[in-house]
């Protein structure tokens, strides 16, 4: 079982940035599938940004493109997710996850469903002020 746990989060001006770190324990977070979704106040939890750890591809979902990025330290057993150019839609608990693994990704994209997606940290906040 992996375990999960997210920090970085924090309060910012539209325009400002954060990152925010997934420090992964307890298996090895190595090929496999990583994500950050969020859930703001009355929304479905959506897919932030995957990356599949054996090759480091990403995706992005449409609405942070060219504003956030998600990389990987496996030495450090940690996922980041930089983010800048933060708007108040930006506002949201932010959740990093453990998804399926294998060499299957290398010429797939990992899934964007959360229920893809087996173990859950317990969130960050981040609040963006206008």
């Known amino acids: 079982q992996v375990r999960l746990v997210e920090s970085g989060g924090g309060s910012v001006q539209a325009g400002g940035s954060l990152r925010l770190s997934c420090l992964i324990s307890g298996d090895t977070a190595r090929g496999a599938c990583m994500g950050w979704f969020r859930q703001a106040p009355g929304k479905e939890r959506e897919v932030v940004a995957t990356?599949?750890?054996?090759?480091?591809?990403?995706y992005y979902a449409d609405s942070v493109k060219g504003r956030f990025t998600i990389s990987q330290d496996l030495g450090e057993m940690t996922v980041y997710l930089h983010m800048k150019s933060l708007t108040p839609e930006d506002t949201s608990r932010y959740f990093c996850?453990?998804?399926?693994?294998?060499?299957?990704?290398?010429?797939?994209?990992?899934?964007?469903?959360?229920?893809?997606?087996?173990?859950w940290g317990q969130g960050t906040q981040v609040v963006v002020s206008s």
């Open positions: 996850a453990a998804g399926p693994r294998g060499t299957w990704y290398q010429e797939r994209a990992c899934p964007t469903s959360q229920r893809d997606y087996s173990d």
């Open positions: 990356i599949y750890t054996g090759t480091g591809r990403p």
